[in-house]
Nanobody, 118 residues
């Protein structure tokens, strides 16, 4: 059994910053491909940022230049640094992980709410 536990969400004013963390635990404690998704009510979950096994990253166009995904060397924790936050970034953010880049089995966290509002 694998658990992904997110933390760091909350309420922030427009232009502010937040840092999300996602820790892997359980029978598999290292996931080589990880990412962050977000979802708002009535819309599909969308990819925000991802990091592959070799460290390559990719971002949704809407967050490029503002968000940064990173992880620790042990590949047990992934982070999402969010700067210059906008009201449209408000969503539930989910951590996602796979054992390899091409794994069909995915693991999800429970989600953490990010609200950007004045």
């Amino acid at each position: 059994q694998v658990q992904l536990v997110e933390s760091g969400g909350g309420l922030v004013q427009p232009g502010g910053s937040l840092r999300l963390s996602c820790a892997v635990s359980g029978s598999i404690f290292r996931l080589n491909a990880m990412g962050w998704y977000r979802q708002v009510p009535g819309k599909e979950r969308e990819l925000v940022a991802a990091i592959t096994s070799d460290g390559s990253t990719n971002y949704a166009d809407s967050v490029k230049g503002r968000f940064t995904i990173s992880r620790n060397n042990a590949k047990t924790t992934v982070y999402l640094q969010m700067n210059s936050l906008k009201p449209e970034d408000t969503a539930v953010y989910y951590c996602n992980g796979k054992l390899t880049d091409r794994s069909t089995v995915e693991y999800w966290g429970q989600g953490t709410q990010v609200t950007v509002s004045s």
